[in-house]
């Protein structure tokens, strides 16, 4: 038979080991702040579990108290954790209130009524509460998303089960007899179990942080650092896939590529940093003029593209002039004089014969655009399709890679 004391002493050790981890995570990755929540407890469990080791050692029953309500409140420390992870938040008002109910409880069935079966009662469901309602976060479609979620979906339900069992052989009194000191075997095993499922759902939390992490680095490996949108690598990405689909669908897609009106001027007069805050003004104002479904990308120095889905030849005009007018608008101080920001956009339209080879259609663009270059600057071009095979002029001029 498992003495209490000892499976205390296995908390103490574990969450103590787990706590240590979440702390190192915590200071690599300050931003991610669910990992504040779950290494606040498992230091709270650890806390808890140094009570529980004074029970049967002094003469007192505030250890037995003290103990069961700091892993209630590590089990509430948890849960906010999981909301945080989600976006959402629970209220601090609802774990304090909820651990000093299942601490009241805890000293009436030890101080006015001893009933050992009563106090596992509600101190399963005191547990059981707050790991139940992280259940429809998990388990929701955006949950099932990442691995570790399932994981910890899969865990909990386990604890949760086990609670059940646990509170139910309590009640009708299986295994034998219990004591403050003393589990029966059944019920160690119970806690043992815990124990292990506690251990695995902080794994299965670990799971979780590295997969949101890794996608943040991958979104990052994907923006423009000057200006905050999309960059050439997500631009390729986002047309190789629009090309699959619209050869699936036969939907056609819209490309503008666009090119700054004597950018290289305004960096040999005024500056880079000019230079930069016009790129940065520009694509502020051209991504206002965009859907939300359009991707807008720097292609490269002053060179930038959208992708726009589901758009014909016509609309993608129409966009270009919406661009052209707001770029209009656009003027900073460049020492005594002002520099105004201008822009020429060529306009196509993906057809069958680009097929899967996005480099035609940007191809296509870039001649439209060096039309209106040529026309005068400061205005669109379109490239009408044909299914005819792209003459010589048009094959690509400016790789994106």
């Given at each position: 038979m498992l003495s209490v004391p000892t499976l205390w002493v296995v908390f103490l050790i574990n969450f103590l080991a787990l706590g240590l981890v979440w702390t190192h995570v915590m200071r690599s990755y300050p931003n991610f702040t669910p990992a504040r929540y779950w290494t606040a407890a498992c230091f709270v469990v650890?806390?808890?579990?140094?009570?529980?080791?004074l029970r049967g050692?002094?003469?007192?029953?505030?250890p037995l108290i003290a103990g069961g309500g700091t892993v209630v409140l590590a089990a509430y420390l948890i849960a906010m954790g999981v909301f945080r992870f989600y976006g959402q938040h629970m209220s601090w008002r609802l774990a304090l209130g909820a651990t000093a109910a299942c601490i009241a409880g805890l000293a009436f069935f030890l101080l006015v009524i001893d009933s050992m079966m009563m106090?596992?009662?509600?101190?399963?469901?005191?547990?059981?509460?707050p790991i139940a309602m992280t259940l429809p976060l998990m388990l929701s479609r955006s949950g099932r998303r990442n691995p570790g979620a399932r994981m910890a979906a899969t865990v909990a339900i386990m604890m949760l089960l086990v609670y059940v069992v646990r509170?139910?052989?309590?009640?009708i009194g299986i295994g034998g007899e219990l004591s403050v000191v003393d589990f029966?075997?059944?019920q160690a095993t119970l806690v043992l179990m815990l124990v292990f499922l506690?251990?695995?759902?902080?794994?299965?939390?670990?799971?979780?942080?590295?997969?949101?992490l890794r996608s943040e680095v991958e979104g990052l490996a994907l923006i423009d650092d000057l200006t905050g949108i999309a960059n050439r690598r997500h631009l390729l990405q986002?047309?190789?896939?629009?090309?699959q689909r619209s050869m699936q669908t036969g939907e056609p897609f819209t490309v503008l590529a666009i090119d700054l009106d004597g950018f290289k001027a305004i960096n040999d007069g005024h500056g880079h940093a000019a230079g930069d805050e016009c790129l940065r003004r520009f694509s502020r104002a051209a991504q206002a003029r965009l859907r939300s479904g359009d991707l807008f990308a720097r292609a490269g120095g002053d060179e930038f593209c959208v992708v726009m889905p589901a758009t014909t030849l016509r609309e993608g005009a129409m966009v270009a002039r919406h661009i052209l007018e707001e770029s209009r608008t656009l003027s900073m101080q460049g020492g005594d004089e002002a520099i105004t920001i201008a822009a020429s956009i060529g306009v196509a339209q993906w057809t069958p014969h680009i097929g899967m080879h996005p480099d035609r259609l940007i191809a296509a663009a870039d001649a439209a655009l060096y039309n209106a270059k040529k026309l005068g600057k400061d205005r669109y071009a379109v490239h009408e399709p044909t299914s005819e095979p792209l003459p010589p002029f048009l094959e690509p001029v400016r790789k994106i890679a």
């Amino acid at each position: 038979m498992l003495s209490v004391p000892t499976l205390w002493v296995v908390f103490l050790i574990n969450f103590l080991a787990l706590g240590l981890v979440w702390t190192h995570v915590m200071r690599s990755y300050p931003n991610f702040t669910p990992a504040r929540y779950w290494t606040a407890a498992c230091f709270v469990v650890s806390l808890g579990a140094g009570f529980g080791m004074l029970r049967g050692v002094i003469d007192t029953k505030v250890p037995l108290i003290a103990g069961g309500g700091t892993v209630v409140l590590a089990a509430y420390l948890i849960a906010m954790g999981v909301f945080r992870f989600y976006g959402q938040h629970m209220s601090w008002r609802l774990a304090l209130g909820a651990t000093a109910a299942c601490i009241a409880g805890l000293a009436f069935f030890l101080l006015v009524i001893d009933s050992m079966m009563m106090r596992i009662v509600i101190y399963s469901v005191a547990q059981a509460i707050p790991i139940a309602m992280t259940l429809p976060l998990m388990l929701s479609r955006s949950g099932r998303r990442n691995p570790g979620a399932r994981m910890a979906a899969t865990v909990a339900i386990m604890m949760l089960l086990v609670y059940v069992v646990r509170s139910g052989a309590a009640i009708i009194g299986i295994g034998g007899e219990l004591s403050v000191v003393d589990f029966n075997d059944f019920q160690a095993t119970l806690v043992l179990m815990l124990v292990f499922l506690s251990m695995t759902l902080n794994f299965s939390f670990l799971l979780m942080a590295i997969d949101r992490l890794r996608s943040e680095v991958e979104g990052l490996a994907l923006i423009d650092d000057l200006t905050g949108i999309a960059n050439r690598r997500h631009l390729l990405q986002r047309m190789a896939a629009q090309c699959q689909r619209s050869m699936q669908t036969g939907e056609p897609f819209t490309v503008l590529a666009i090119d700054l009106d004597g950018f290289k001027a305004i960096n040999d007069g005024h500056g880079h940093a000019a230079g930069d805050e016009c790129l940065r003004r520009f694509s502020r104002a051209a991504q206002a003029r965009l859907r939300s479904g359009d991707l807008f990308a720097r292609a490269g120095g002053d060179e930038f593209c959208v992708v726009m889905p589901a758009t014909t030849l016509r609309e993608g005009a129409m966009v270009a002039r919406h661009i052209l007018e707001e770029s209009r608008t656009l003027s900073m101080q460049g020492g005594d004089e002002a520099i105004t920001i201008a822009a020429s956009i060529g306009v196509a339209q993906w057809t069958p014969h680009i097929g899967m080879h996005p480099d035609r259609l940007i191809a296509a663009a870039d001649a439209a655009l060096y039309n209106a270059k040529k026309l005068g600057k400061d205005r669109y071009a379109v490239h009408e399709p044909t299914s005819e095979p792209l003459p010589p002029f048009l094959e690509p001029v400016r790789k994106i890679a």
